[in-house]
């Protein structure tokens, strides 16, 4: 089987990338699941219930989160009955929503997709490795086919978490810092790793931003209102390749488009 993980996708512009590449991805590698982190789909924060439905509509099958999940208040109900949004596994009891959730293909193929969210420099949410390792237990009969989406700024905890999970699950993607990193990889045991599948959004831009206002807040140390850029856009992302018997990844090629 083949899946298509989307690295975040930012506000309007990202949207259009999504819409605008996916059907053509779709058809040269025939995708059995698309997954798209949508954290910050809407205005570069959170997510709405038309957002989700735009991204649902393009072709995304699953919307995973991260630490922008709660920005849209009116959005609580919304992603705790919409199955097809994973956000956080390792937020604390009570909040909306599932932190994974499994999915069948046409194929019929099981998969679950687990969203977790990392601690340095971000929220210290409960531990990211101890929760994952909760769930595998849970899932143990459920599905042989498991994605990961690690939504973590440091590269050290990402790499940290691909190694914890080596074996054990089909795919760790990083997400959350917008930049695509190079080092797609099949770790021992078949777990296909990669340590963020970058941005889908504005390409003239400072990870999404208009470029004169980050520029300007690093410059004056003065509070800046962050406004998603516009123009040009790019799409981020890696198609993996997946023995759905085993779970076992066997291939993983990252996806750089730009407009």
């Not at 709405?48 to 393009?58: G, K, S």
């Not at 990211?128 to 700024?153: G, Q």
């Not at 998603?228 to 066997?250: R, S, W």
Request: net charge neutral.
């Amino acid at each position: 089987m083949r899946l298509l993980v989307i690295g975040d996708v930012v506000g309007r512009p990202g949207r259009r990338a999504v819409k605008a590449n996916l059907g053509e991805l779709k058809r040269e590698f025939n995708l059995d699941l698309t997954i798209a982190n949508g954290e910050n789909a809407a205005g570069g924060n959170g997510i709405t219930r038309e957002v989700a439905q735009e991204l649902f509509n393009a072709g995304v099958d699953v919307i995973t989160m991260g630490n922008h999940v709660w920005s849209k208040k009116d959005s609580y109900d919304y992603i705790n009955k919409e199955t097809r949004i994973v956000r956080p596994a390792n937020y604390p009891p009570g909040a909306p929503g599932a932190g994974v959730n499994i999915f069948e293909t046409s194929r019929k193929t099981k998969v679950a997709v687990i969203n977790l969210s990392g601690r340095i420099f971000l929220p210290p949410l409960d531990c990211p490795f101890r929760k994952v390792d909760e769930i595998l237990l849970r899932l143990k009969e459920e599905a042989r086919v498991i994605v990961v989406d690690f939504h973590a700024e440091a590269t050290s905890e990402k790499i940290a978490m691909g190694w914890h999970l080596a074996g054990r699950v089909s795919a760790v993607c990083g997400t959350h810092t917008h930049v695509q990193t190079a080092d797609e990889q099949i770790l021992p045991g078949g777990t296909a790793y990669i340590t963020d599948l970058g941005m889908t959004g504005p390409r003239d831009s400072v990870i999404g931003v208009k470029k004169e206002l980050v520029i300007n807040k690093f410059i004056s140390q003065l509070p800046v209102k962050f406004e998603v850029a516009a123009g040009l856009f790019q799409f981020n992302g890696a198609v993996i390749d997946i023995d759905g018997e085993t779970g076992e990844a066997k291939d993983i090629r990252r996806i750089q488009n730009f407009e």
